[in-house]
C-alpha cells in the first residue's frame, strides 16, 4: 500500500501535461475519493462536470486570458509584472481532462446541519473532495492544477449552470510532464518560498 505521507508531500499543483489520455478507471477512482470526502450535515454538495470537448476548453482558456490580464493591470510593481507574465497558471487547453467542480447551494433547500453559522461550509464541503482527488490521482500517477483566475459569472454563464451551482473552479487533469524538482512551481519560479512549517500558535483567552 502506498504511504499516506507520501503521496501528500508528492501531490503538486500541475501546469504541464503529457499527451497520455486519462484512463477513465483513474478518474472514476478519483472521483470516488472525492465522494468520499467529509461534507457539513452529509449534504453532499459537490457536483462535477467533465469537459473533453476542445471547443469549450478554449472558451474557458479566453476566460482565463481576459482575467489574467485585467490581474496584471493591477501590478504596479515592473518586475513582479514581468515574473507574473512567466508563469504558466494553467493547462486549460492541454490537459487531456477539464474538470469543474462546483457545490450545489440547493441543499441548502431542506434543513443542513452546520450551515446556520455560514453557509460556506458547503463550499469547505467541496474543498473537502478536491483535495481528496488530487491525492488519489498523485497516488495513480497523475496530477491536478486548480485554475481560480476566472471571472466565476461569467464561467458559470459559459457552462449554463444552473442558479444554485457555485463552481470552485476548473481542474485540470492529466499525467504531469515536470515534477518541478518536488517543491511548488511558484517556489522554483522565484514567485515565492513555501515556509518551511506550518503556522501555529496557541491561545489561551483570544490573541
Ligand atoms: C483555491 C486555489 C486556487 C488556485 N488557483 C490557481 C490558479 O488559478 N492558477 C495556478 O497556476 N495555480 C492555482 N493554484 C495552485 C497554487 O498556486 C499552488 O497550490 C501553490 O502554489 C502551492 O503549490 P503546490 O500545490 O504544488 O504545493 C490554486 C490553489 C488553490 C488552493
Given at each position: 500500500m502506498t504511504d499516506l505521507y507520501d503521496v501528500i508531500f508528492k501531490r503538486r499543483d500541475t501546469r504541464h501535461f503529457t499527451s497520455d489520455p486519462v484512463p477513465d478507471e483513474v478518474l472514476q477512482k478519483a472521483l470516488q475519493a472525492g465522494h468520499a470526502a467529509p461534507s457539513v450535515g452529509l449534504s453532499e454538495p459537490t457536483r462535477y462536470y467533465i469537459v473533453e470537448d476542445a471547443d469549450l476548453k478554449l472558451q474557458v482558456k479566453k476566460l482565463f486570458d481576459a482575467s489574467r490580464e485585467k490581474a496584471e493591470e493591477q501590478i504596479s510593481n515592473p518586475d513582479q509584472l514581468d515574473k507574473h507574465q512567466s508563469l504558466?497558471?494553467?493547462a486549460i487547453t492541454s490537459a487531456p481532462i477539464g474538470l469543474v467542480i462546483a457545490t450545489d447551494e440547493s441543499v441548502l433547500d431542506e434543513y443542513v446541519i452546520?450551515?446556520?453559522?455560514?453557509?460556506?461550509t458547503l463550499a469547505w464541503s467541496t474543498a473537502c473532495a478536491i483535495q481528496n482527488i488530487w491525492l488519489s490521482l498523485t497516488e495513480q500517477g497523475y496530477s491536478m492544477g486548480w485554475v481560480s483566475i476566472l471571472d466565476y459569472i461569467a464561467f458559470k454563464e459559459l457552462l449554463n449552470l444552473p442558479e444554485s451551482v457555485k463552481p470552485l473552479g476548473y481542474f485540470c487533469i492529466g499525467?504531469?510532464?515536470?515534477?518541478y524538482d518536488n517543491r511548488p512551481m511558484l517556489e522554483t519560479h522565484n514567485w515565492k518560498r513555501k515556509s518551511s512549517a506550518p503556522h501555529v500558535v496557541k491561545i489561551t483567552q483570544g490573541l
Open positions: 504558466k497558471l494553467e452546520g450551515t446556520i453559522g455560514t453557509k460556506e499525467k504531469p510532464a515536470d515534477d
